[in-house]
């Protein structure tokens, strides 16, 4: 039988990868609930925001949690771009063209990583990346608990942006019927590529939280991905609210699965989630009613 | 070709510096003939690496020991018993799987090799191998480990490093001897393994064989790759407290989890990995040189006895590469390969299988001696002991160039 302690730092752990977890959902079910489309695009996107990180660690010698506010808007910027200037145009309207130009993306984004950093595993080494805080025997990692609570504060933010602003309410407004915004003078086009752009400006910031703590290698983004789309399914297509649910259970789950069943089968526990709400509530936790 | 050939004279839009250029080139050529004639054929050599997918890095560390072998013979003359021919890499992306590595042996064979080096992971090789084997051509595996490789009569495979039976019975009997050298100190051990053919097999072993040799196994932790996190392995290996862990995962599973343990402060008597990713991987060191001090290692290395060696090794950090076993392995097998063309006189296939089959080539920098194949595996291959030792990787064992005593049990 396994000691409480242990059981109890499992769990710990579980929550806090599943913020991070949470983190990279959100821009994923961002972009389902306003697109309608999943972009393929969204681990290699990651795993191009932790090359980022590493870069600027490297060459600009920047703190990950400095270069937060560099590349945020950096990414914003490019998932904005992309959206406009290459997605849009290329899919003619047609929403499985959409499909089909981000696996493109996904494809060319990752190679051009390869080409360009090899495929060499890399990590970066920062004072604080070996820091614990000891909490009654269990030593939790900081670097963790900040990406803990910065995933909180992120999924704050993007709720009080999408509730109190203009553009907020514009993305809401092309979400639930985008004719019907077209009509009242919203430029869809232009709330497609935001929305896009918060998608990789959350994936710019999961990046920084994650690098103190892990590795970047030209694949590394797509390890999260399946967990993502899982989460997403799990919390309801395009919620908020149902990414930071689904993140911290799916996170919570994979981590006390693989403590009692072994690591090997730990992910039995995630698919069979995804399988129970597709039947069960193919809603989703927070989903609406379709 | 003729010398008059090469002038641009006969392009409409040359320069009048370029067709002086060109004049005097043609007439340098003309004064030493001797020169065209010396040029003889270049011979191909298939090299097949995974460069892309999950390998990739291993297969770019093989790549540059390819490159930097030829480059030096090339450099040095080429094949001197075929008048100076110059070795032509003929490179194939065997993309991480089986049938990336076949697809690249047919065109390598429609490309007309002389020979293929490479291969990297079991599957890969043993795929591989057997395509060439269709069309004759000699196959030199460089790592490749599974024991299937050369057993399965082929005639065209030969394998210069050891084979998995070798590496793993010299791991189980060098650990016997450090720990019996430390005064016995390790007697529970915790295995950590990938669960893929390599991770489970050599798992499954060390569960037969440690206990003969008077180790306890608490417990056989499986994990996948790639996995995001390990802390649950870490946790599980802090609850059994064993005196020894070996871990046998791919690259960044095994850093994964030695930054993990070093947050959690678990620290085992010793680290035994056994032809593990990281351990042996001077990224790992350079980056984290805590998490990995006094990490011992049963792996590949090249011999620092011998004078090529240092050379090869600051050739391949050149640009901020890393000196992994890959690089001189395929370096030597590359070598293994120019020797036997070099004594058979011809790139004709069977010769060089031939020449391959009685190569007693001593001139590589693995720590083998003169190589002898018996059904195509090389029997003086054998593993090397390292640890991680103040930021380097020292050789421990054998003794006879052991370079540092093994630091056990670690403080």
Partial sequence: MLKTDIILAALANGLMSGAVYALIALGLTLVYGVLHIINFAHGATLTAAMFAVFVCHQVLKLDPYLAVFVLTPLFFGLGYAVQRYVINPASHG????????TLGLSIIIENALLAGFRSDTRSIDVPYGFSVVEIGGLFLSTPKLIAFAASFAVAGLLGLILLRTDTGKAIRAVAKEKTGAALVGIDVNHVYAVTFGLGAACLAIAACLLMPTYLVNPRSGNAFVLVAFTIVVLGGMGSIAGALAGGLIIGVVESLS???LGESLGQIGIFLIFILVLLLRPTGLFGARA | MTPTSRTPTSTTASSRRQVLAGAAASAGLIAMPGLLRAQAPSIKLGILQPVTGALAQDGEYGRLGAEIAINEINAAGGVKSMGGAKIQMVFGDARSNPEGGVSEVERMQAEGVA???????SPICLAASQAASRYDIPYVVDVGVSDQIVNRGLKNTFRLGPGFGTVTAAALDNLAKINEAAGRPAKTVVIVHEDGLFGSGLAKLMQTELPKRGFEILETIAHPTPSRDMSNVALRIRSL?????????YYAEFVLLARTMQQQRIRPKGVYAVLNGAASNFRFVKEFPDAANLVMDCNHWADPRKARTAAVKAEAEKGGRFWLYNTPLNYSCV??????????????????TEALTNSTFADHIMPYGPTKFVNGQNTGAGPVNTQVQNGDIKVIFPTEFADAKAVFPAA
Avoid: C, Q, T, Y
Avoid at chain 2, 115 to 121: D, K, L, P, S
Avoid at chain 2, 241 to 249: A, V
Avoid at chain 2, 335 to 352: H, M, N
């Fill in chain 2, 115 to 121: 020979a293929i080096v490479g291969g990297f992971a």
């Fill in chain 1, 94 to 101: 047609d929403d499985s063209n959409i499909l089909l130009v």
């Fill in chain 2, 241 to 249: 407290n064993p005196d020894l862990l070996i871990p046998s995962s």
């Fill in chain 1, 258 to 260: 693989g403590l009692f």
């Fill in chain 2, 335 to 352: 070598r293994l390969v120019a020797d036997a063309i070099e004594r058979a006189g011809s790139a004709d296939r069977a010769k060089v």
